[in-house]
């Protein structure tokens, strides 16, 4: 049974930094991407990151803030976010694709998603 459990999540200041983490069981994936939903809007894509290789990807406003990794040994990926604005508040959900031959800022091609996790960045 896949199981995916993200914490990390939680209030900052403006300017700090957070890490949002995402530990799947049940299986191996290819891809592990971050979407984020915040109040009224559509969910959009952060990043992913291949299982072989290490591959990043990212949005391009999230670029050079926001670093995506992964702990092979705890099938773990990791989001690493800094500088933190307010508009970055939103949930943050950690969605994984079996397949590797995916459109990876597209929510509908991965498989399975977590529960999401609250960020609030303060002003």
């Known amino acids: 049974q896949v199981q995916l459990v993200e914490s990390g999540g939680g209030l900052v200041q403006a300017g700090g930094s957070l890490r949002l983490s995402c530990a799947a069981s049940?299986?191996?994936?290819?891809?592990t991407g971050w979407f984020r939903q915040a109040p009224g809007k559509e969910r959009d894509f952060v990043a992913a990151?291949?299982?072989?290789?290490?591959?990043?990807y990212y949005a391009d406003s999230m670029r050079g803030r926001f670093a995506i990794s992964r702990e092979d040994a705890k099938n773990t990926v990791y989001l690493q976010m800094n500088s933190l604005k307010p508009d970055d508040t939103a949930v943050y959900y950690c969605?994984?694709?079996?397949?590797?031959?995916?459109?990876?800022?597209?929510?509908?091609?991965?498989?399975?998603w977590g529960q999401g996790n609250q960020v609030n960045v303060s002003s």
């Open positions: 969605d994984v694709a079996i397949a590797s031959n995916r459109e990876l800022t597209r929510e509908d091609e991965y498989d399975y």
């Open positions: 049940g299986r191996t994936f290819s891809y």
């Open positions: 990151i291949k299982r072989t290789g290490h591959n990043t």
